[in-house]
């Protein structure tokens, strides 16, 4: 985007200065044989092309709905957290930072300055993991969205897999999509980055779950979540503004 801009101003800069410069000479009484009433078309029609590229460049930039990188000193306040096994974290894992039933802020090793969010699927009692963690609302504007993220198992003989579904009902467990938008049975042991577009939900507002439902494996790792798309325009805005914020009466309540 920023880089089509520039390349439209450098071309167009040069473009009107020789169709102005060319302009005032014949004014003047200067005769300039080499710029015909055909060149100044040209040239005209040159600029106009660059201001469009330019314009068409701005237009179709991306700009990201929801991002969320880990990094804070607890898991985020916005995300919401469900334990849907009851199952009890193996000994091995208490202490690691990683809580039962749940997804939690943990680092690959000790000494990583980078931190990531984890859930087991290995317990006192072999069993299967039912562990999910849903984003805000998220509100699509136009296709080309997509939703990123990088995942990766910590164990090379126990790989985790990793779900993803999503909602437009609501944020419970009960209102995803029974089809998940993206399944792996056994993700790798580095962090594999994912793409999964969301086109189909243009013109909605949309919870995204990630799940781990793997059966006595390890843990899965999830990192750099992001959702980004098209600018919203003004009515776009408008309407959502007007969809989701309560009519009050005169008492002051909705």
Not at 70 to 81: I, N, R
Not at 83 to 94: A, I, P, T, W
Not at 215 to 225: L, M, N, P, Q
Request: aromatic content about 10%; overall charge negative; hydrophobic content about 35%.
């Amino acid at each position: 985007g920023t880089s089509g801009k520039n390349l439209g101003i450098i071309f167009i800069i040069p473009l009107l200065c020789t169709i102005f410069a060319a302009e005032k000479s014949v004014n003047k009484g200067v005769i300039i044989k080499s710029l015909t009433k055909y060149m100044r078309k040209k040239l005209l029609t040159l600029a106009a092309s660059a201001l469009m590229a330019v314009q068409g460049s701005v237009c179709a930039q991306n700009v990201v709905y929801y991002s969320q990188d880990f990094q804070g000193d607890s898991k985020p306040a916005e995300l919401l957290y469900y334990d849907g096994d009851g199952n009890q974290l193996s000994d091995d894992l208490v202490g690691t930072g990683l809580e039962c039933g749940t997804w939690h802020i943990i680092k690959m090793n000790a000494g990583d300055s980078n931190k990531l969010m984890g859930s087991a699927s290995t317990f006192t009692t072999p069993g299967k993991a039912n562990d999910w963690m849903v984003t805000p609302q998220i509100k699509i504007y136009g296709a080309g969205t997509k939703l990123t993220w990088k995942s990766m198992s910590a164990s090379r003989v126990k790989k985790d897999g990793l779900k993803v579904y999503i909602s437009t009902k609501g944020y419970e467990m009960k209102d995803f999509e029974t089809d998940p938008i993206f399944s792996i049975e056994a993700e790798e042991t580095t962090f594999q980055e994912h793409e999964v577009s969301l086109d189909k939900y243009v013109g909605q507002t949309i919870y995204i779950a990630f799940v781990n439902d793997s059966y006595d494996k390890y843990v899965i790792c999830v990192d750099d979540i992001q959702v980004s798309g098209p600018a919203a325009t003004e009515a776009q805005d408008r309407a959502s503004f007007e969809v989701t914020t309560p009519l009050m009466t005169d008492t002051g309540k909705a």
